[in-house]
């Protein structure tokens, strides 16, 4: 791997863990606030929210913009976020805001590795970065936990910050100095050889720009199904994060910190997934993976049946791996198929604009649902029914694009297996 690599690695890994630190210093903010459950459900689709709005721009200004610089932009909204929560607005409002710096940072992030790195090293790039965002999931929430927890928060309130007076604030005032970190690596992030593309078109021309490149990559025989797959698995891992918390809590009794633990347990496993695929998997196979999204699924439901902490980690981590192993080989076939289309950024942007928009959906049907007093072990199954039922669809999509379109699909895998080599 390159050295840049490395550095972007960094980046990532510290704005990921701050990232997933606040998320569950808000949960434990809307609570202690005493504000009604689906608030803190709607946390999910609200972090979403701008991705799905300023997706037609954020990929255009990716691929305009040396991309290092795009996250260091993006880093300092999330701090502008943070300050927001910290001093008085919504914690909803805030946290969309840190979405909203997200938003911005994904099409740089991502879109870097594809002028960095030559197809080849494609599937393990993406193994590495994924294995390294999952870890920062899995300290960021064990972080958050323990912040918002009364040894580290007695602490923190300690010092005396002014205008900090309860756990969870002091909790995110720490939280500023991850994204300043963060924001240091973005600065030494290498400018690549690829030309920048200018915007050059007015908003309009840059919605029919994304809509253009939307409709490209979903007409794509490859391009559809990974874009479906990895859509779906980001929809679900999106909302798993909330899920479990609550689950904990009607399951096992668990509180916010001892929750938290388990949502680090089921990253664990995605962890460990990625990794094996990236060894293991290549890109001209990656559609072979399809089947383990309904199982996924399926195991979401099994949830329900599980009482004991003892068997709950050790079933929450295979839930996480066969996610991992999922998404890694499809998430780098989309990357291929959309660098071969588009420019990196804007493919990301409609990777993004798709994924997020399932988080979206996914979300506001759990907060739905929770809002209308329907019980945690209720919601849990019909969120994997229709998982298990989708992904089951995008299967039968794709068998019938192999009995319909045979030259194309080889045509398309030819290239992928000479780009590889």
Not at 124 to 152: C, R
Not at 157 to 168: E, R
Request: overall charge positive; aromatic content about 10%; proline content about 5%.
């Amino acid at each position: 791997m390159k050295k840049g690599f490395y550095t972007i690695m960094s980046a990532q890994f510290f704005s990921s863990l701050a990232d997933n630190a606040l998320f569950v210093a808000a949960v434990e903010l809307l609570r202690t606030s005493g504000e009604p459950e689906w608030q803190r459900a709607a946390l999910v689709p609200m972090f979403a929210l701008f991705y799905v709005i300023l997706a037609p721009f954020v990929g255009a200004f990716a691929d305009a913009v040396p991309k290092g610089k795009v996250m260091f932009y993006s880093n300092s909204i999330k701090v502008v976020g943070c300050l927001m929560m910290l001093f008085g607005s919504h914690p909803l409002m805030a946290y969309a805001i840190v979405g909203l710096g997200a938003a911005a940072y994904s099409p740089a992030k991502y879109g870097i590795l594809t002028e960095l790195l030559p197809p080849s090293q494609l599937v393990k790039a993406n193994g590495w970065i994924e294995g390294l965002t999952i870890a920062s999931i899995i300290l960021g929430v064990l972080l958050g936990g323990q912040l918002v927890g009364p040894h580290a928060s007695a602490w923190l309130l300690s010092l005396g910050l002014p205008g900090i007076h309860s756990a969870p604030q002091a909790a995110i005032a720490s939280l500023v100095g991850l994204y300043v970190i963060a924001a240091l690596f973005n600065l030494r992030i290498p400018r690549t050889d690829a030309p920048l593309q200018p915007v050059g078109l007015g908003p309009l021309g840059l919605v029919r720009d994304f809509a253009n490149c939307n409709s490209r990559l979903w007409q794509d025989k490859l391009g559809q199904i990974s874009l479906a797959t990895t859509t779906l698995f980001w929809g679900v891992s999106g909302n798993l994060r909330y899920i479990v918390l609550a689950w904990a809590a009607a399951a096992l009794g668990y509180g916010t910190t001892q929750a938290s633990s388990l949502v680090g347990v089921v990253a664990i496993g995605t962890a460990v997934g990625a990794v094996v695929a990236s060894m293991y998997m290549r890109l001209e196979r990656a559609t072979a993976v399809i089947p383990l999204g309904i199982a996924m699924g399926l195991l979401v439901i099994l949830m329900n049946v599980i009482s004991n902490v003892w068997v709950a980690a050790p079933f929450l981590i295979v839930l996480g791996g066969i996610g991992g192993f999922l998404v890694v080989p499809m998430n780098a076939l989309l990357q291929h198929r959309g660098h071969n289309l588009m420019g990196a950024g804007r493919s990301i942007a409609v990777q993004n604009f798709n994924e997020q928009a399932c988080i979206l959906g996914l979300g506001a049907l759990y907060t739905g649902m929770t809002k209308f007093g329907m019980s945690a072990f209720g919601a849990i199954t019909i969120f994997g029914i229709v998982v298990a039922g989708t992904m089951w669809l995008i299967k039968r999509w794709h068998h019938n694009n192999c009995l319909r379109h045979p030259e194309e699909l080889e045509r398309l895998l030819k290239l992928a297996r000479s780009d590889c080599h």
